[in-house]
């Protein structure tokens, strides 16, 4: 086997600069293949069902809170009295709505724990050095509508209930086959987050630079801590 590979290396040493550059990017574009194959498109493919689930809760949660409002606002008290018992099985099914709601994200990695987890999994075999560690803030996972003449009622149905989305990028050097390790060490975590961009360059062969942006959901709105 070593044979072997000193006889691929002899032969790559004997090409031109031209013909090792083309090498490399065909080597590069295989790995990026396999690993989008392996890791990226059934993760994406979870990723989407996911969302699909918190959005079709958001939108029963939604619709049974206007009910219940309608009911304990809108109506004059002898209809509230007459309505006791809608009134109770609606904030019932709310209260199982936010349950199954919250079943779905905690089996993401908690926001306090990100930063963490992908600061210490880069040092485990010393092979990457971490460049950058960024917290990209906040924001609902059902944002708010931009159009200003949105009724109140519209905008209140974005707002409730929240779920928020927790950004981070780490921006690291390393060979390609240490940051692959680094990848499938994260995707076998037990916790969940999204993968939303990986961006690897080559700057001065082996070594490459790599950026990843990730997210977590949580129903917390508390700032990452880096």
């Known amino acids: ?3 072997r590979i000193q006889q691929l290396a002899e032969r790559f040493d004997a090409l031109s600069l031209r013909e090792r550059a083309l090498v490399l990017l065909a ?3 295989v790995m990026y293949m396999l690993w989008d194959a392996v890791l ?3 993760e994406h493919v979870r990723q989407k069902q996911l969302v ?4 079709q809760l958001n939108e029963r949660m939604v619709t049974v809170d206007t009910q219940l409002q309608t009911l304990t606002v809108s109506l004059g008290d002898s209809e509230v009295h007459r309505q006791r018992q809608r009134i109770v099985e609606l904030r019932e099914a709310l209260r199982g709505l936010a349950s199954q709601q919250a079943a779905l994200t905690v089996e993401f990695i908690r926001p306090q724990q990100m930063a963490g987890v992908l600061r210490d999994m880069l040092g485990v075999d010393g092979k990457l050095t971490l460049l950058k560690l960024e917290s990209l803030g906040v924001q609902p996972l059902f944002p708010l509508p931009e159009n200003e003449n949105e009724p109140a009622a519209a905008a209140e149905k974005y707002a409730q209930p929240g779920i928020y989305k927790h950004g981070m990028q780490v921006i690291f050097e ?6 692959l390790q680094y990848l499938q060490v994260l995707e076998s975590m037990p916790w969940r987050f999204y993968w939303d961009e990986l961006d690897y360059r080559v700057e001065d062969y082996p070594r490459a630079r790599v950026s990843i942006t990730i997210h977590t959901l949580s129903l917390e709105e508390g700032w990452i801590g880096v």
């Open 1 to 3: 086997m070593k044979a």
């Open 27 to 29: 080597v590069l574009v």
């Open 40 to 42: 990226m498109s059934p």
């Open 52 to 55: 699909g689930q918190m959005y």
């Open 174 to 179: 390393g060979d390609y086959f240490a940051t």
